[in-house]
């Protein structure tokens, strides 16, 4: 897959429209996906952090979000035209799960804000499949698994803060059936209003 380089960090320079239609097609192909948030502030930290850097460029798509990534990708002679945002990847994914039928898990924030969160994202896409969802401050991780697991979610937004969220992305991704997980912040925050 097609990336630019900057300090070692590994970026996407596709669109929402490119990364929307690829997923697609993975999750047709039963391919697992990972989607990251890059910005300056992860690029200088990944500088002395292996493991960040290696969190990220172990990513499928690291998305560029943050302004400074698209300065430094027009004064490179890059490809990158717009920044691609965790929460507008967020909301092009929910209306492609919505339009495709596939089942959604939300995994984060506090009990109050992810169940905010969803059912205003069920009034903006009513024919939404919500799998599932869990707050991010729940113990039993086993339990948690499971019911993922049992949900049959084909998409998974995590929401616990970066790093953590990518963290458990990874340590968890191979005992899931899930196609795409994106790490998205504090974005469950913004759907909940
Ligand atoms: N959070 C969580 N579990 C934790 C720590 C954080 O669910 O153990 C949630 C928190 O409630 C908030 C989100 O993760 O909804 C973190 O958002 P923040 O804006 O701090 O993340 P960032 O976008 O800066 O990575």
Avoid: H
Wanted: charged share 25%.
């Amino acid at each position: 897959m097609n990336k630019e380089t900057y300090m070692g960090v590994d970026v996407s320079p596709l669109s929402y429209e490119e990364i929307t239609k690829e997923l697609n097609q993975r999750i047709q192909d039963n391919q697992q996906s990972t989607i990251i948030a890059v910005n300056p502030e992860k690029i200088i930290a990944s500088q002395n952090d292996e493991t960040l850097r290696d969190l990220i460029n172990g990513s499928t798509y690291q998305i560029p979000d943050g302004v400074g990534v698209l300065l430094a990708s027009r004064l490179k002679g890059g490809e990158i035209r717009s920044r691609v945002t965790g929460v507008d990847m967020m909301d092009r994914l929910l209306q492609m799960a919505a339009e495709e039928g596939y089942r959604v898990f939300f995994y984060g924030a506090k009990e109050e804000v992810v169940s905010k969160a969803i059912s205003n994202i069920q009034e903006t896409y009513p024919s939404i499949q919500v799998a599932g969802y869990e707050n991010g401050y729940v113990q039993d991780q086993e339990a948690l698994i499971q019911k993922i697991n049992d949900a049959k979610a084909d998409i998974m937004f995590v929401a616990l803060g970066s790093p953590k969220q990518e963290q458990w992305i990874r340590a968890n991704k191979e005992r899931l059936p899930v196609k795409v997980f994106q790490g998205v912040g504090g974005s469950f925050d913004v759907y909940a209003g």
